[in-house]
C-alpha cells in the first residue's frame, strides 16, 4: 500500500480530484512493460489491471567444462553461479475511488512506453460514462466487456489460483477471519456481487452461469441513503459512522413491539423487527452513527436473506459474497454471515473474499488475454506488490485508514508451471498444509513477528554479502529491510492481511521482498562452498556406511539424514553456530542430535517395514543444500535404490534460504553419479528421476506442486513419501494425511517450537505413518 | 363509512387525540349488545373487534288452521303473514389509527350495557403497550394473543366466507382489481403480513403454520425513513406523496449504469438497478415525492422477491399479502405483484386482501370464541356495515380520502346454516356465479348503476307501503335511500369496494340495505295476494293441461314457467306493467312471450330427452312467489313426478324482492297438495322435497348453498337441475357447467339486457345442456 497525498474533497463523484501525486514506483508499477490494460469503473470504486513482463535477476548454476583433471575440482567451487535476468509476466491490480481517474489515467499515458496494445478491455457500469475520457487520454480503443462475465472469471480465478482467497467471518471470536483452503471442486457455487445493486448468480462451470436473482438493496442504497440521512458524502465515512452507531434506536425490535422474545415463532427479542420503525412515531432527532448502522443493519440482513433462499432452492451450501459494499467491513460481514446463519439454520456459509473488489478487472483482464490462455498457467499471490486485506476496522490506526481508502494494490506472477495437488493426498478438500495457523494462535503470532524481526538484521547482511560487487546492495538492501519490516507491522495490525498467518507465509513474503528488490537468492555462495565441502566428503561417508551391518547402517542413514537437516541456516540456533564455526561438520551435528527414544520416535516400525518388501517408488522431498543433500539425502536414496525402490527426488524450483534447488541438484547429481555407480547407473536408467517441487518456499504446499512431478507419482506408483526438514515436515504437513506409507523427519532447530512440541532444542522428529485400511 | 369530524394533527404515535366525534350508531354499532372482544393494535393501526346480537325484523308466514270452511278460503289470503323480531349473530371490526384510541375506548365504555363478558382477547404489537389503558378503560381483562395465530385464523376465516375477497392487482388494465373466487381448498398458501415488519408464513392447515422467513423492511421502514427524508408523519401522506413521485430521479436504473437493457443477464433498461443510487453522487436535493417513491418501491420489490423465494422454496403457488403496508394502495400493490411476476417468471400469483387490516383482530375474536366453535358456521358480509376497499387513490376524491385514513368497517353476519358447493358443480375451482363482471365491464356498469339509481324511488316507494301501519317507515325509507345511494356512489367511484361489482352484488347490497332499516320484506302483501289468485287459477290450468296430448302438453309446461316467470317485481318492466293493470294474468303473459324459435332455443333437444328414460331427481331452484310457483312450476313439478322423477324444489331461505321463500313454499305446496293427489302422494311419500337454498338473493351462488340440501342432492342421485328465472339462471349461473344434464330457462324481462343477449324485451332463453363425456 502506497502512502500518497490523497487531499482534495472528493466528494462529488463526477468532479475529478486532480491534486494527488503518484509515487511512481509504488502504486502503477513496471508500467513501462505494461503490455495488456483492463480497466473495471463501478459506481464509486475504478479498478485497474495490466500485464507487464518484470525482469528480475535470477541466480543460475552450470557445471564446469572440464574434463579429466581430478586434481583442480579439489578444491574448484561445484559449479559456477552466475546471475541472469529472467522475464517473468505479473498482473497488477488497482483499485482507487472514481475521482482519482483522471489524474491516474494522466499518469498511466505518461509511463507508458510500450505502444503494441491497441484496446483497453471495459467493464462496470462506468465504463459507459467514461468511455471517452478513456479512450481520449490512453489512445486505447475501449472494448467492453460484460460486467457479469468479467465477475465471475475473476472469481474463478482467485479461487483457483490463490490458496487463502475466501474466509469465513466470525465477529466475536479470535481471530474473526478463518480462511478456507482451496477447494479443488470450486464448482458450482453462488456468487452475490454487492456493489451498487446487487446480483445473485450461480456459477455451474468456468463458462456457464446463470443469473438467479438480485436487488436493487446494495452498496448504492447504503451510500445514496446514507449521504441523505446524515449528510456524509464519503462512502468509507459512512461505515465509519456506522461502527460507532447504536441501531436499536432506530430499529423496532421484536422486543420492543412484543415486550420480549415472541416465543410461538420462535423469534428472539433483539431481532429488528421494522428497520428505522421507530423514527416515525419518535419525536426526538436520531444520531447519525445510529442512522448508518441501521442503514447497515438492513441491508446487510436483507442481502443475507436473499442469498440463502436462492442458495437454498439451487441447493449449494457456499456463497461468496463480493463487490464493494463490503471491502472487508467487519460489520458488513458480520451481519451478512448473521443473517445467512439465521435463515439457513447454519446449513448454508457465507464467505468473503480478499481481493473481493478486483473480481471484475481480473476477468475483463483474463477475457482480453484469452488468446494467451492464462487458465492453463498456475498464478501466486506477491505478497510484496499486494496491500492484503485492509479492513477499515475501527480499531486501525489513521494512517492505515487513510490509506486503505485510497489505493489497494494486488499482484499476481505467473508460475512457470501449473500446479495441481499430489495425487497421493487422502481427502484434497480437508487438505490444510500449516500446522499452526497464527491468526488462531496468538502467543505463536507473537512469538514467530518477534522472531522474524529479530532475524531482519541477518538477512538485511547476508543480502548484502551475497553480492560483493554490487554498487547499490546496501540501499537496495535498506530498502527491502522497509518494506518487510511494515509488512510485519500490518501483520501485527491485521494478522489476516494475507490470509491465514503461518510461519509460511511469514518466510515466503520475506522471499518475495527480497525478490523484489533483486537478491534472488542470496545464500547462493554459501550453498556453493557447501555443496563443494560435502561432495568431497561423500565416498568417504558412502565407504563407512557401506561397512556398516544391514540394521546398523539403516539407523546410520537415517542418523545421517537427521544431522544433515540441522544444516540449516534459515533455523536462528544454526545460523548463529554456522556463523561461528565454519568447520562445524557433519559428524558434530550427529552428536548435537537428541538421543532416542526420540520426541517422536516411530523408527522400529520403519525397521520392521524395511525388513519387509522394497517400496515402489519413493517421492523425496529434500530441504537443505551441502552435507543435508549430499550426505544426508543420497546416501539414503542410494540404500533405497539397492533395495530396488525407484526414488523421484523433488527439490525447490526457485531458491528459499539454503534449501537446494532443482537445477542445484542436478549438478549434485551428476557429480555424484560420477563417483558412486549405484547412483551413476540408477540415473541411467532413470530408477533416479530429480524434479522440481514448482514451489520457492521453505515450506511445501501439497495441494500446489508441479503438474509433471504429480504425473510421474502417478506413473511410478509411488508407495512411500519421505517429508524433511522443518519447514517441509514440521510448519507444514506435520498432519497431512496420505494415502500411501509415509515418513516425516525434523531436527527441531528452534528452543521455543521445540519446547511447543514438548521437546528441546535439537529434539529429533521421526513419524512413519501407516495409512488406515 | 362514517363521516366523523377527525381533526387534531394526530401527528405523534403516543400523544393521544381526544377530539374526535363519533356518531353512535355510526362506527361502534349496536355496542348496547355486545358480547365478547378482541383488539389487535398494530403499530400504527388499531383494530377493534366484537360480537353482538342483532334484532331485526323477520317476516313470517303460518296458514290459516281452519278446517272444511273452503267458502271463506276463497277470498281469504292463503296465509298470515307476521312481523318477527329475531336476533341473529353478527361481528363488528372497526379499523382506525391508535392515535384514537383513548377517545374510542371511552365510547365503548359509556355504551357497555353487557356486563357479562369479563376478558377482551388482545393482539398485535400495541397490546402489550396499551394493556393497562385497555384494562382500565374497559375494566376487561386484557389476554393476549400471539399476533401470527391471530393472523392466520382471520385470514383462513375470510378466504372462506367472503366471496371475493381475494384480488390480483393489475395496474394499467381496467379493472386493476380482478376478483378471485373462493378456491374451495385455500390450504395450503403463503401468507405475506406487512406491518411495521414482514412475516411470511407457511399455512397448512386451520390449526398449523410455520414461520418460515421475515424482513425488517415493511412499513415501519416505509414510514420511518419516509419520516426522516421528507419530513412528513403521516403514513397516509406519505403513500400519497409517493403516487406523485419520480423514482427514476433518485434511483440508478440498469441503462444509468450500462447505458441501456444488460443483454447477458437479460435485465432491462429501466430496472432499479441501486435503490438511492443516485443520491450519493448527485449533487442537487430531491423532491419528497422522488424520494417517497423511490422507498416504496425499494421495499415493494424486496418483499415480492423474498415472497416469491418463499413461495418456490415450499411449492406454493399462491400468496397472499396483508398488514397496514398495502392498505389497497395501488403504487405498493402494482410493485409487489410486479416484483412476484419478475422472480417467479409468472408462475407465482401475488393476491391482496380486500379486508388484509382486519385479519388480527378477526383471529383475536375466533380464538376467544371458540367454544361457540364459529367455524362451523357460515358468515356473510352485511354490505350495509362495511365500509368497502378503500383503495385510497390518488384518483380519489378529497372527502372520500379523509375518510379512508379514519375509520374502516366490516360487519359479518353469521348465517343460520352452513353453507357448502353444490356437489354437481363439474370444478368447483373455476366456477364463477356471475355472468358479467361490472368491475370489467364499463358500458354494462354504467347502465346497470343508472337503473339502480332510477329504480330506488320504487323500491323507497314499496317499502312504506310495506308497513302502513309503521310510524317511522317513512323515516326509515329515507334513511335507506340515503345509504343506498351513498354506496352506489361509491360504486360508481369505487366499483372494486365490495369485491367484483355484479349485478347480484347491488341486489344484494340493498337486500341488505333494506334489512338495515327494517324493511325485512317489501313484497310480502303483494306475495300473500299473488299466491292467493295463482292459487284459486291452480285446478283450472292443471286441468286444462292434463286435457292435452303428450307432446302438447311439455310445450304447454314449459311455456307455463316462461310465462310463470314473467311475474317478477324486480324487472324494470314488469313492474311498471303490474303496477298499471293489477289483472295481468297469466294468459296475457303467455302470449307477451317471445315466439318460437327462441333467442337460446334447445327446447326440441329437451322433448327428445323426454322421450328418454325419466330422470332420477330433479333439483329445481324457484324463483318468484304468486303465478311463476304456483302455475308455472308446481304443474312442472307435477308432470316430472308423474314421469316418476323424484323433485327437491329449492327456495330461498330469506326473502329478496318477490321471489318465494321456504316458508311460503311449504305452505304453497300444503295448498295445492289439497287440490292435486299427485303432489299429495308425493309429498307424503317424499318424492317431492322442499328445501331451503340458504340464499336470500335474487341470484345463486352454486358455491354457497345450504348444506341440508347439498346432501339432499347426493342422496337422491340429483341428475337433473332446474334454474329459472333472469336472476339465477343469466345473471348469474347463465356459464355454469354441471356435472348432470342442466335446464337454464328465463325470460328477458330488461330490454338492455335482451339486447345484450340479441334479442328484445321478453326474449326467451331456454337452455338445455348434457355434460361433455
Redesign the interface.
Known amino acids: 500500500m502506497a502512502e500518497c497525498g490523497a487531499s482534495g474533497s472528493g466528494s462529488?463523484?463526477?468532479s475529478l480530484d486532480k491534486s494527488i501525486t503518484l509515487p511512481p514506483d509504488e502504486i502503477f508499477r513496471n508500467l513501462e512493460n505494461a503490455k495488456r490494460f483492463a480497466i473495471d469503473i463501478g459506481?464509486?470504486l475504478t479498478k485497474l489491471a495490466y500485464y507487464s513482463t518484470v525482469q528480475h535477476k535470477v541466480a543460475k548454476v552450470r557445471s564446469f567444462d572440464h574434463s579429466g583433471k581430478d586434481t583442480e575440482r579439489e578444491h574448484e567451487p561445484p559449479y559456477e553461479i552466475s546471475v541472469q535476468e529472467e522475464i517473468t509476466a505479473r498482473l497488477h491490480f488497482i483499485k482507487f475511488e472514481n475521482t482519482y481517474i483522471e489524474a491516474c489515467l494522466d499518469f498511466i499515458k505518461d509511463h507508458l512506453v510500450n505502444t503494441e496494445t491497441k484496446v483497453i478491455q471495459a467493464t462496470g457500469?462506468g465504463a459507459?460514462k467514461f468511455k471517452d475520457l478513456i479512450e481520449e487520454k490512453l489512445r486505447l480503443k475501449v472494448d467492453k466487456e460484460?460486467?457479469?462475465?468479467c465477475l465471475i472469471k475473476g472469481c474463478n480465478f482467485v479461487l483457483k489460483n490463490i490458496p487463502h482467497e475466501a474466509f469465513v467471518y466470525q465477529k466475536d471470536s479470535d481471530p474473526e477471519f478463518r480462511f478456507q483452503t482451496n477447494h479443488p471442486h470450486i464448482f458450482p457455487y453462488l456468487l452475490v456481487n454487492i456493489?451498487?445493486?446487487v446480483?445473485i448468480v450461480k456459477v455451474e462451470t468456468e463458462d456457464r452461469f446463470e443469473?438467479v436473482?438480485?436487488?436493487?438493496?446494495?452498496?448504492?442504497?447504503f451510500?445514496?441513503?446514507?449521504?441523505?440521512?446524515t449528510k456524509t458524502?464519503k462512502?468509507d465515512e459512512l461505515l465509519h459512522l456506522a461502527s460507532r452507531g447504536q441501531h436499536s434506536n432506530?430499529?423496532?425490535l421484536v422486543r420492543?413491539?412484543?415486550?420480549g422474545a415472541?416465543?410461538?415463532?420462535?423469534?428472539s427479542g433483539n431481532?429488528?423487527?421494522?428497520?428505522?420503525?421507530?423514527?416515525?412515531?419518535a419525536?426526538q432527532e436520531?444520531s447519525k452513527e445510529d442512522?448508518a448502522k441501521s442503514l447497515l443493519?438492513?441491508i446487510s440482513?436483507?442481502i443475507g436473506?436473499?442469498a440463502c433462499?436462492?442458495a437454498?432452492?439451487h441447493s449449494l451450501d457456499r456463497v461468496y459474497f463480493g463487490g464493494f459494499f463490503i471491502r472487508g467491513h467487519p460489520v458488513t460481514m458480520r451481519t451478512i454471515t448473521y443473517s445467512i446463519n439465521f435463515?439457513s439454520k447454519g446449513e448454508v456459509q457465507a464467505l468473503f473474499l480478499r481481493h473481493e473488489g478486483y473480481l471484475g478487472a481480473i476477468g475483463a483482464f483474463l477475457k482480453g488475454a484469452e488468446q494467451d490462455n492464462p487458465n492453463q498457467y498456475s498464478w501466486g499471490e506477491n505478497y510484496a506488490g499486494s496491500s492484503g486485506l485492509m479492513s477499515a476496522s475501527p480499531e486501525l490506526g489513521p494512517a492505515q485508514r487513510a490509506r486503505s481508502g485510497t489505493f489497494d494494490l494486488l499482484e499476481m506472477d505467473r508460475l512457470e508451471r501449473p500446479l495441481v495437488d499430489l495425487p497421493l493426498l487422502l481427502d484434497p478438500p480437508s487438505y490444510v498444509p500449516d500446522t499452526v495457523d497464527l491468526t488462531d494462535d496468538a502467543l505463536a503470532r507473537k512469538y514467530w513477528l518477534t522472531c522474524f524481526e529479530e532475524a531482519l538484521d541477518g538477512v538485511v547482511k547476508r543480502a548484502v554479502a551475497s553480492q560483493p560487487d554490487s554498487v547499490d546492495a546496501a540501499e537496495r538492501a535498506e530498502k527491502f529491510r522497509q518494506k518487510y519490516w511494515n509488512k510485519l507491522q500490518t501483520l501485527r495490525q491485521q494478522p489476516f492481511a494475507y490470509g491465514t498467518l503461518t510461519v509460511r507465509s511469514l518466510l515466503d513474503t520475506r522471499e518475495h521482498c527480497l525478490n523484489e528488490f533483486n537478491f534472488p537468492d542470496p545464500y547462493s555462495k554459501v550453498k556453493q562452498r557447501e555443496n563443494g565441502v560435502a561432495l568431497r566428503c561423500f565416498p568417504g561417508v558412502v565407504r563407512s556406511l557401506d561397512a556398516l551391518g544391514w540394521e546398523e547402517r539403516q539407523l546410520a542413514l537415517v542418523k545421517g539424514l537427521l544431522a544433515g537437516n540441522v544444516f540449516d541456516w534459515g533455523a536462528k540456533a544454526v545460523s548463529a553456530v554456522l556463523e561461528s564455526d565454519p568447520y562445524f561438520g557433519f559428524e558434530e551435528a550427529k552428536r548435537k542430535l537428541q538421543e532416542r527414544p526420540w520426541l517422536v520416535d516411530s523408527y522400529s516400525e520403519w525397521l520392521q517395514r524395511l525388513k519387509g518388501p522394497p517400496h515402489k517408488c519413493a517421492l523425496i522431498f529434500a530441504d537443505n543444500s551441502g552435507i543435508d543433500i549430499i550426505l544426508g539425502v543420497f546416501p539414503f536414496v542410494r540404500e533405497l535404490l539397492l533395495r530396488g525402490t525407484e526414488v523421484i527426488l523433488a527439490c525447490n524450483s526457485g531458491p528459499a534460504l539454503n534449501d537446494v534447488t532443482h537445477s542445484e541438484s542436478l549438478i549434485v547429481a551428476e557429480r555424484i553419479a560420477g563417483m558412486d555407480p549405484v547412483v551413476h547407473s540408477a540415473l541411467q536408467e532413470e530408477r533416479l528421476l530429480l524434479v522440481q517441487t514448482g514451489s520457492s518456499s521453505p515450506c511445501l504446499d501439497l495441494s500446489r506442486l508441479d503438474k509433471g512431478l504429480a504425473a510421474l507419482v502417478r506413473e511410478r506408483g509411488a508407495d512411500l513419501v519421505v517429508i524433511e526438514g522443518m519447514g517441509r515436515a514440521v510448519h507444514t504437513n506435520y498432519h497431512a494425511a496420505l494415502r500411501c506409507e509415509s515418513l516425516k523427519l525434523a531436527v527441531i532447530k528452534n528452543a521455543w517450537l521445540a519446547e511447543r512440541l514438548g521437546g528441546r532444542l535439537f529434539s529429533v522428529i521421526f513419524k512413519y505413518e501407516v495409512p488406515a485400511e
Chains 1, 2 share one sequence.
Open positions: 462529488s463523484g463526477d459506481g464509486s457500469g459507459y460484460d460486467v457479469m462475465t456493489g451498487s445493486g446480483s443469473w436473482g438480485g436487488s436493487s438493496i446494495g452498496g448504492g442504497t451510500w445514496g441513503l446514507g449521504a441523505l440521512l458524502k462512502f432506530v430499529d423496532m420492543d413491539v412484543y415486550g415472541h416465543q410461538t415463532l420462535g423469534l431481532l429488528i423487527a421494522s428497520s428505522f420503525g421507530k423514527s416515525a412515531t419525536d436520531f442512522m443493519h438492513m440482513n436483507d436473506q436473499l433462499l436462492h437454498r432452492l435463515f
